[in-house]
């Protein structure tokens, strides 16, 4: 960002003085326009790119963190389950084999409570290395997910200002300004025909850069929809469990579960909220990927960049 921010202040100093020198012939001052024209659009493309990078950064940490969380709750879960068992068999209820088992599924979740932390550092490290923050960060919570309010046919109105389609667009009225000064008595007709077909490819460059831009700003808006409706089926699910775990703490009370069925929905309640912070964190990355196809930032985050 602020490569491109220098780059933007050299190009609007240089037309600046282009525009102000008479001396400055018509290509020239054109020229210097549309490099400063470029370089304001690859600013807001560095810094929409910054965001995208940042957010998809900050969310893999969140859920790094919520599955240490979540794994923390399977362990004391499952070794709740290996003291079942063993007061089973020594009952006669269970066999050695039961108990062998339910160990080895607390060593299974020993290890993914291991590797979820091991995680956590290897996000923190990332996140750290994008935003200069110190080391050892960690996600304070979920950001709050707008909603999208912007119709994808008015994001189109702004491609013409992302930097491919920018680039490709003052080749084109370049071409179009030689062939206007080659169009003349004086200059030789093999001039006039280079400049002509220069003219042609430039136009199906700006062509080729407007198609690329608008097919990827739809893919991007579908993807979009699709993580706001995967949401919502997520905070669904989370619903639902949330009223089976508060159904059995009342069944707990009234004496029909045990302690060890109540924290199973406890855990299947803490999996569906995981679920639902993912489909969050999902749409904030797919809002921060639609930004960047659409030249606008439609995150909820650091404005309007």
């Known amino acids: 960002m ?7 202040d050299k190009a609007q100093a240089a037309n600046a003085a282009a525009q102000a020198d008479p001396s400055t012939l018509v290509a020239a001052k054109l020229s210097a326009k549309t490099t400063a024209t470029l370089a304001q659009a690859q600013l807001r493309g560095a810094k929409l790119g910054a965001l995208q990078n940042t957010v998809t950064a900050y969310t893999s940490l969140l859920e790094a963190q919520e599955n240490v969380s979540l794994q923390t709750v399977q362990v004391q879960l499952d070794t709740k389950n290996v003291q079942v ?3 089973k068999l020594g009952i006669g209820n269970a066999t050695t084999l039961d108990v062998t088992n339910a160990q080895n599924t607390v060593a299974s979740s020993q290890q993914n409570l291991a590797d979820g932390r091991a995680q956590v550092n290897l996000a923190s490290a990332r996140l750290s290395t994008l935003t200069g923050l110190v080391a050892g960060v960690r996600a304070a919570g979920a950001p709050t997910v707008p909603k999208l309010t912007s119709a994808q046919a008015a994001l189109q109105g702004g491609l013409p200002a992302l930097s491919s389609v920018s680039a490709a667009g003052n080749d084109l009225a370049l071409a179009q300004l030689n062939v206007k000064l080659a169009d003349n008595d004086f200059t030789p007709a093999r001039t006039l025909q280079d ?3 220069a003219l042609a490819n430039a136009q199906r460059s700006a062509d080729s850069a407007a198609k690329t831009a608008t097919q990827s700003l739809a893919s991007a808006y579908q993807a979009a929809q699709n993580a706001y409706e995967l949401l919502a089926v997520a905070q669904s699910r989370e619903a639902a469990a949330q009223k089976t775990a508060t159904q059995d703490a009342a069944r707990l009370k009234s004496g029909t579960i045990s302690a060890v069925e109540l924290q199973s929905s406890q855990l299947a309640l803490k999996k569906a909220q ?13 809002l921060a990927a639609l930004s960047v196809a659409g030249g606008m930032n439609l995150t909820g985050i650091g404005g309007a960049l």
């Open 2 to 8: 602020k490569t491109a921010q220098a780059n933007l």
């Open 85 to 87: 068992a063993q007061v």
């Open 195 to 197: 400049a002509k077909t």
């Open 274 to 286: 995981y679920s639902r912070l993912q489909a969050q964190d999902n749409v904030l990355v797919a």
